[in-house]
């Protein structure tokens, strides 16, 4: 297995590879924040990408911000770049995680996989595109299981709060869960919400890549996951949910395929029972369809030029006032009951709610799960590979640091 720990070749617990993006600056300041957390109480960190002088003023943005005028003096900044492969790999080389926040990761993503996986380091990223990531799966999971290298993608919003919380949910029913529905919703703070950028690209290139990604899954060659109890019933396009006493959505994002995958890997490495999932989002009223496109073209419209992107940095302390909420209803047989005898008879409910999605609730996800591999490596699975979050860390005490960080997890 390659290295949890720092040694002279490898200084950094952690280098956070973008750190100048949009996303990246915000995990800059939560890593920051989080330090004393790291491998008896310690964190080695330093930053990167292509343009120094960028990624100095993002320590120092952070240092203001956090009051911690040390950090200017303490984090190292390195220069590395996707289009020079001799540079990601001398970063690489000196990472034991690499915090990838490059996204869209479809245009950027691959190069940092593999050089993670070439020389020892382990990657976590927050994308949120089924293709890029079951894409890794396809051609790095062998790899990376040889060297022992853990690639751990979708460790933001998408997919941490969905894929853990049908794991918490399915730990807390006492006996067989079988099926998993969740319902998201995201209310807006005092002056509005904003919608994540990586988020709103991934669905965009989600939609215009369908036809690619089903004939990728074809690659894996997967035989279909054995169905315990009744099958799942699939809800319509759009539908009034009496659950949240709304209009909701199929949840468009990548959640249903990461679960699945984890569901996967449950079920065929560790034999446990799978659980079927399906995902829902709430939106209000029907009139809520189009402020939901509208504000979506803004946001990807101001993303696009830096006096916009400046303008959207300004609004993040309004974003801090939004939030999330994941309800999640399972249903399975309780202790004694027999799985393939008559219809579940218990159910269950479950909440996972946490601050705003893209720059508040990703950084503590993504940071966290970082934390997480560092202190619990022996809690991992048995080889290295690309894995779902709720394949990684199913064993560890992810939830329970996420619920010390603002993203909780509660039985309804």
């Not at 399975?332 to 705003?356: A, F, H, M």
């Not at 779902?388 to 992810?398: D, M, Q, R, S, V």
């Amino acid at each position: 297995m390659a290295s949890f720990s720092t040694s002279s070749s490898r200084p950094y617990h952690i280098i956070i590879f973008g750190a100048s993006g949009f996303t990246g600056q915000f995990v800059v300041e939560e890593v920051a924040r989080t330090a004393s957390e790291g491998p008896k109480g310690s964190l080695k960190w330093a930053v990167a990408g292509r343009n120094r002088t960028k990624l100095e003023k993002v320590v120092e943005q952070a240092a203001g911000a956090l009051s911690m005028p040390e950090l200017k003096s303490e984090v190292d900044i390195l220069v590395a770049d996707v289009g020079d492969l001799d540079s990601l790999a001398a970063m690489c080389k000196q990472a034991v995680i690499v915090l990838s926040c490059v996204g869209p990761y479809r245009f950027f993503g691959d190069p940092v996989v593999k050089s993670c996986v070439e020389n020892g380091a382990h990657c976590i990223d927050i994308s949120g595109e089924p293709q890029f990531l079951e894409s890794m799966q396809l051609n790095y999971h062998d790899q990376a299981a040889e060297k022992g290298v853990y690639i751990v993608g979708s460790c933001g919003f998408d997919s941490i709060p969905a894929d853990m919380g049908v794991i918490y949910t399915r730990d807390q029913f006492k006996g067989t869960l079988t099926a998993v529905e969740s319902f998201l919703t995201a209310s807006a703070g005092p002056e509005g919400g904003c919608i994540h950028d990586g988020t709103w690209q991934s669905a965009i290139y989600g939609l215009a890549d369908s036809n690619k990604l089903r004939s990728l899954r074809k690659k894996f060659g997967h035989k279909p996951l054995p169905v315990v109890g009744p099958k799942i019933k699939r809800r319509g396009t759009l539908f009034y949910s009496n659950e949240l006493q709304q209009y909701a959505i199929p949840f468009m994002g990548t959640d249903p395929s990461v679960v699945k995958r984890t569901q996967r890997y449950l079920t065929e490495e560790l034999k446990e029972s799978p659980v079927q999932y399906g995902a829902y989002v709430g939106i209000g009223g029907i009139s809520n369809i189009f402020k939901l496109v509208f504000a979506g073209l803004m946001f990807f419209f101001l993303v696009k030029f830096s006096f916009g992107r400046n303008l959207l940095i300004k609004v993040k302390h309004t974003m801090e006032g939004s939030s999330f909420r994941f309800i999640f209803i399972g249903e399975g047989y309780t202790e004694g009951s027999d799985p393939s005898e008559g219809k579940p008879n218990g159910k269950i409910r479950t909440l996972v709610k946490g601050p705003e999605v893209g720059y508040v609730a990703t950084p503590i996800a993504m940071v966290q799960a970082a934390l997480t591999m560092l202190n619990e490596s022996d809690s991992l699975p048995n080889t290295g590979g690309v894995y779902t979050p709720g394949a990684t860390f199913a064993k560890t005490t992810l939830i329970d640091r996420l619920n010390k960080h603002g993203i909780q997890f509660s039985v309804l």
